[in-house]
């Protein structure tokens, strides 16, 4: 194999690997399984998001992470919601900090009602200096013992999301509560990933002129 062959197949290789790394890594996927037992949330980081659960401005354990239904339901009630998941009081405030900036976010929200919500809950971003980029207002729609929203995000990075519950139109007025569950985000490329592709791209570019020369000669 020539010089020009095996400097080839190692830039190939070099950016098939920087390439799957850093699209493998991007996207991340919380189940609330992940600990395996439940936990409360409040200061808790689990793959790359810390979060915060205050009621009236103060640190609450109301709100766990690998929570479950009551044992008498059955799993899979809702579209978006299954068992295991993250459990808690809606008059509460949750909040999801990010380690690395995040260009898109998905979750499913549930809370107990039999009847439309409008909203159900509403969710606000801050950039990466912690400036609002405005609130969303989710509404969701009953099904089985939630009514449950999808929450959709794509755009500038984001560092934080901060959520908060409709806890007046609930069964249980005095202990409101709300489920979270299938929480997604894609966190934005590290520099140091972009230059090595970038890198890999001029290198071969490099190569393909050099082929090019050596067919003229």
Same mark, same amino acid.
């Given at each position: 194999m020539s010089t020009t062959n095996k400097l080839s197949l190692a830039v190939f290789s070099m950016a098939c690997i920087v390439f799957s790394t850093t699209n493998a890594d991007a996207v991340t996927k919380l189940t609330f399984?992940?600990?395996?037992?439940?936990t409360p949330v409040d200061n808790l980081t689990v793959?790359?998001?810390?979060?915060?659960?205050? $009621?009236?401005?103060?640190?609450?354990n109301d709100a766990m992470y690998n929570a479950s239904f009551p044992p008498q339901l059955p799993p899979n009630l809702l579209a978006n919601i299954q068992q295991p998941l993250l459990e808690g009081n809606a008059k509460g405030i949750l909040?999801?900090?990010?380690?690395?900036?995040?260009?898109?976010?998905?979750?499913?929200?549930?809370?107990?009602?039999f009847r439309p919500l409008a909203p159900g809950f509403s969710v606000e971003l801050l950039d990466q200096a912690l400036n609002s980029l405005g609130i969303t207002a989710v509404n969701t729609a009953p099904l089985a013992i939630l009514s449950e929203g999808l929450f959709k995000y794509s755009g500038?990075? $984001?560092?934080?999301? $901060?959520?908060?519950?409709?806890?007046?139109?609930?069964?249980?007025p005095n202990n409101p509560r709300f489920s979270l569950d299938n929480l997604t985000y894609t966190a934005v490329p590290e520099p140091s990933s972009v230059i090595a592709l970038l890198a890999s791209s001029a290198i071969g570019a490099c190569l393909y002129r050099v082929r090019k020369?050596?067919?003229?000669?």
């Open positions: 399984d992940e600990l395996g037992f439940p793959k790359g998001v810390t979060f915060d659960f205050k $009621i009236d401005g103060v640190d609450s909040s999801l900090d990010f380690a690395a900036p995040v260009a898109a976010l998905e979750f499913a929200v549930g809370v107990e009602a500038a990075p $984001i560092k934080k999301a $901060i959520l908060s519950f409709n806890s007046e139109l609930f069964l249980n020369q050596q067919k003229v000669v």
